[in-house]
Each structure stands twice: as C-alpha cells, then as structure tokens.
C-alpha cells in the first residue's frame, strides 16, 4: 500500500512552479521518465523516441530525466549526438516526486524488464497517460488503452507512434489521463491494505476454533 494521496495535494500549485522552475512554456508538453540511470531502463530507447518527436510532432516538446545512476554520462552524450540538447533536461534525484508528476503531461518507461514498477502507480496517482513497453508486471499496474499506450520491447516503431499520438491527441491524453487515479486508489491505496487486513483479522476471530 502506497500513499498516494499526496500525489492529489496542491496539484495546481506543484504544476505551476514545476513548469516555472524549468521555464516551460503553456503550450509546451512535458515528457518524462523517472528512475536509476542503468542499462536495464532502457533511457537510450527513450531519447530516440524524442527524437522521433523532434522530427515528427508539431507541438513544442520537452523531455525530462528524472534520476541518475552509471549511465548518464552516457546517455548526455547520446543527447548531443542526436540533436535534441535542447529539448532534455537531466535532473538528477528528485526526492519529492509528487512535485514532479503534476508538470508533466506524459510518462514513459522504456525498461527491458520491470517487476513492479512504482513510478507508474504513481504517474496514475498523479492522473498522467503513460506510454510503456510491456513487459515483466507492467501489464498488472496499468489499464492497457484506458491508462497507458503499451508495446512490446521489439515494437519500437510502435512505441514512438504511440508516444507521437499522446502528443497530438489533447482529446486521448485527458482520456487516459481520467481513469489513472480512480485506478490506483483503489487498488494500491494503503487504505486498501488497512482494510483488507482487517477483514481478514474479523474473519479470522469470527472463525470456529478447531
């Protein structure tokens, strides 16, 4: 059980000075993904889909890194190879991450593997779309076509089609954007573990002993 209403607080005001504190303009469309820097998240993946943003979507676009790990110096690099400098910004850890979610419009995670992977519980929590490769758990976190874009790690194509469509569709974004919260509350609340066990602890006191 996760606590996921701080994700709800203040959700104007977090947005407001996440996108004045990184000089995001209203018409700009914040992308981002959050997690360690290591070869298994897949970040190089995810900077040549902005790529594929930067050549085909009309909207401005601005991706952002959240997290560090052994892989950043590499994936900077990767960065100024592609052309898109510009338009990514590293931020190192964040701690408060319910600061984070509300200045963004789409979530991404491009991992090879995942088990259960928090930070799209709490891109929901947050009410933010998500594009995703589907593999390991991710598939139990998320609504496929209600929460979240999903495709298989070889269907790379499809992931930056999906990740160019969120971005052109205002209409779909706030549809996914929707069900996210009504989802997870429901399902990862950590009232809903308070509640759960004490269903099972009245059962089981209820029960005959044998």
Not at 87 to 113: A, H, Q, R
Not at 128 to 143: A, D, M, W
Not at 163 to 183: A, K, P
Request: proline share 3%; net charge negative.
């Amino acid at each position: 059980g996760f606590d996921l209403n701080r994700f709800q607080e203040n959700y104007d005001e977090k947005r407001k000075n996440f996108r004045i504190n990184y000089n995001l303009k209203d018409d700009e469309i914040a992308v981002g993904i959050v997690g360690r820097l290591v070869p298994v998240k897949n970040h190089s993946f995810f900077l040549e889909a902005i790529k594929f943003l930067k050549d085909n979507s009309r909207n401005k676009i601005h991706a952002f890194i959240v997290g560090d790990g052994e892989e950043r110096a590499n994936l900077e690099t990767q960065t100024g190879q592609l052309g898109i400098s510009d338009m990514v910004t590293f931020t190192s850890w964040i701690k408060e991450v319910d600061k984070i979610y509300p200045g963004l419009d789409i979530v991404c995670l491009t991992s090879f593997n995942e088990g259960t992977p928090v930070s799209l519980i709490e891109a929901q929590a947050a009410n933010k779309p998500i594009v995703s490769t589907r593999v390991g758990g991710i598939e139990n976190v998320v609504i496929p076509d209600k929460t979240a874009l999903l495709s298989e790690i070889t269907e790379q194509e499809q992931f930056c089609k999906n990740l160019l469509l969120l971005t052109e569709n205002d209409d779909l974004r706030i549809s996914l954007s929707i069900e996210g919260w009504n989802y997870v509350k429901d399902k990862y609340h950590f009232t809903r573990l308070i509640r759960e066990v004490s269903t099972l602890y009245s059962t089981l006191l209820k029960s005959p002993i044998s």
